[in-house]
């Protein structure tokens, strides 16, 4: 009997315990956002968008923290659309993005709801074409030969390196890529594939969401094909063959100067109306792009620095608060150049 | 006609004979024999479960530290990374997913087992929840994300603890509701007949006998249940746990990081550094569901001695 009291006990007490905890959490709303003060900043940033990018605001959350440990930033990483889709409802302060902003789509959204923002062009990534090390045959690929390889209707005709290249044998060919929901997946169609249904073969191809799972299949199948971004080529080199694209090879130096056919600018889209209203957007906004952060910050992630002319223009984009997108709607900088396109905005 | 059910009778009786074996030795072998299946059947997911920490412990061994459960996770000095605010926004996750399913679990079981008239509406009840048992995770991150996050943001803070742990008890509801119905439904009958001739209430029954009675099963239920919201990672990054942020939870309205979201986080990325983080991290969350499943064991073992 002893047993079912204190049994009864645990229950009611566990009850009694719940429904005080609810009843405190629900009063607790909103006032507890007190202290501050001091020199450091205080207030709340949130930052949304592409897991590629999510890297390089990280970094510069923790190097802020270690200065304001007030300041509370949120860095996620959901993907540059789901990013874009909060940042122009006002959601968040900062948007992360691979990509630059839809102007069909995306940027309607932000008009329509009042949310101005500033463009800022922080890194460059790579995408490395790569084959096993075992692979003694091929060292380069032209981009219309990636292009045989991996429009959807190379799927189940295009099965042998000798039908991409009469000089390669006749061996089976197996690609390996990152999945559909992956900005890469997206880039890489547009600029190699490029046809209007903007897919790229899928049905016999490999693919996963994980750029590590990628490198795995590339280096334990002696005929694969695969595309990630540069730094897994650049962590696996031992495993990996990176092939030239058109001639050119994937390093550092080309991404940054665009020689390398497959280099993309990486963003962030700081909100105007956030910069006027938060008081931690703008001495954030300031760390993240200062001379003696972006880069170390583009470094720890891994990516490529931006060229000096560059991202002193991504500065005076910032200091000028130009607002709006310098990219048309493919997608390509106004007058084909980057930073062609930032001077002429400003 | 009764000779031939004789007959019948007499077959069916020789068949009996005949399946009844004398040789002991080939009984005992098949006694032999089903015994060590059934113990190679436990064996495998202990030896899977095995080979899995050794794995793990190796690759992460390296990272484990008191330093790794109490700093934060790091870009720039990768090799100083910790997995602190993970642990606190899952500990934080695990109590108000406790704090709030268990009771609603409770109540449905006690509504459903007890109150229930055996009405159609009352069945499709009972159908709903058996199946909303195997509905795949994300999608209650995704009903997460539309319920919580956007519908009531003013009331939960939009993509705050509070959130997760909500979406959290939906996906462990239906389990919770299921064991505990067994348990209350393996009590025997004159239990619940005994209190009401000696004129007690409904509640008072409830109260008294079932609810305590039933507690050992239900407790098995919330055990199993609470452990598969901890592990969670598909829902919680439908509502938006942070792959990174600056400070730690420390109330139902903040934003949080859990676990799995930084165990996978740490997984994609390309540096080797992480990987062996990554497998540190996942150490860190074993070690977590076993001290909470050996609590709740322990309380479950009071229990089941007492009553």
């Known amino acids: 009997m002893s047993g079912i009291m204190r049994a009864r006990f645990v229950v009611g007490t566990a009850m009694v315990l719940a429904l005080s905890l609810v009843v405190a959490a629900c009063g607790g709303g909103g006032g507890d956002q007190g202290g501050g003060g001091g020199e450091a900043v205080s207030g709340e940033i949130t930052i949304e968008g592409s897991s590629t990018v999510q890297p390089i605001s990280q970094a510069a959350a923790e190097l802020f923290r270690e200065e304001n440990p007030e300041a509370r930033i949120q860095v996620g990483g959901a993907g540059t659309s ?114 209007e249904e903007e897919v790229s073969r899928q049905s016999d191809v490999e693919m996963s969401e994980d750029d590590n799972v990628l490198v795995q299949g590339v280096a334990g199948d002696q005929n694969a094909l695969g595309y990630f971004g540069y730094s897994y080529y650049e962590n696996n080199r031992q495993d990996l063959k990176a092939l030239a694209l058109d001639g050119v090879e994937p390093s550092a130096e080309t991404i940054r100067s665009g020689d390398y056919g497959l280099s993309r600018p990486l963003f962030i889209y700081v909100s105007v109306q956030a910069l006027e209203n938060n008081a931690a957007v703008q001495p954030f906004v300031d760390f993240y792009l200062s001379e003696q952060n972006l880069n170390r910050l583009v470094e720890a992630a891994r990516y490529v620095t931006l060229p000096s002319s560059l991202s002193d223009e991504s500065r005076a984009q910032y200091e000028d608060r130009t607002t709006g997108t310098v990219f048309t709607e493919e997608g390509e900088p106004k007058g084909g150049d980057l930073e062609g396109a930032l001077q002429q905005a400003q | 006609m009764a000779q031939t059910s004789k007959q019948v009778e007499r077959q069916e009786g020789g068949a009996r004979g005949s399946e009844f074996k004398t040789s002991m030795a080939t009984r005992y072998g098949f006694d032999r024999a089903f015994s060590i299946l059934v113990t190679v059947a436990a064996l495998v997911g202990v030896a899977v479960l095995a080979v899995l920490l050794i794995d793990v412990i190796g690759d992460g061994s ?17 090799e100083n990374s910790g997995i602190y605010p993970a642990l606190i926004g899952s500990l934080w996750l695990l109590a108000l997913t406790a704090i709030i399913s268990v009771p609603l679990g409770l109540g449905a079981a006690v509504y459903l087992e007890e109150y229930a008239a055996d009405t159609r509406i009352n069945r499709m009840i009972e159908i709903n929840i058996s199946n909303l048992a195997g509905v795949p995770s994300v999608i209650y991150g995704l ?27 939906l996906l462990i509801l239906p389990v919770l509701i299921v064991t505990t119905r067994e348990a209350l439904r393996s009590i025997p009958r004159s239990i619940r007949e005994g209190g009401y001739a000696l004129g007690a209430t409904r509640w008072e029954v409830i109260w008294s006998h079932l609810l ?85 064991i322990v309380l479950r073992n009071r229990f089941q001695q007492r009553s």
């Open chain 1, 82 to 195: 789901d990013g874009f889709e909060a940042f122009c409802q006002g959601d968040t302060q900062i948007s992360d993005a691979s990509r630059p902003i839809d102007v069909a789509e995306e940027v309607p959204v932000c008009e329509e709801n009042g949310v101005e923002f500033i463009e800022i062009p922080v890194a460059f990534d790579g995408i490395s074409v790569v084959v096993n090390s075992e692979n003694d045959f091929a060292t380069d690929v032209t981009t219309e030969e990636l292009k045989t390889m991996w429009e959807p209707a190379a799927e189940g005709e295009i099965t042998q390196w000798s039908q991409v290249r009469s000089e390669w044998p006749d061996e089976e060919i197996s690609l390996y890529g990152p999945g559909t929901e992956s900005g890469t997946y997206e880039f890489f169609n547009e600029a190699i594939v490029g046809n």
């Open chain 2, 62 to 78: 390296g990272r484990l530290s008191l330093g790794f459960l109490t700093s934060f996770p790091s870009q720039i000095f990768p």
């Open chain 2, 143 to 169: 009903l997460g994300l539309g319920i919580f996050v956007q519908l009531l943001a003013p009331l939960t803070g939009g993509a705050s603890v509070l959130t997760g742990a909500l979406t959290l008890s």
């Open chain 2, 212 to 296: 305590p009675m039933a507690l050992p099963g239900a407790l098995t239920g919330m055990i199993l249940a609470l452990s598969r919201a901890i592990g969670e990672a598909a829902p919680i990054l439908v509502v938006g746990a942070a792959a990174y942020q600056t400070y730690t939870t420390a109330g139902p309205f903040d934003g949080y990081m859990a676990l799995p979201t930084q165990i996978y986080d740490w997984i994609s990325r390309p540096q080797d550094v992480f990987q062996e983080l990554a497998a540190a991290g996942i150490v860190v969350i074993m070690a977590v569901l076993l001290v909470a499943n050996s609590v709740a």
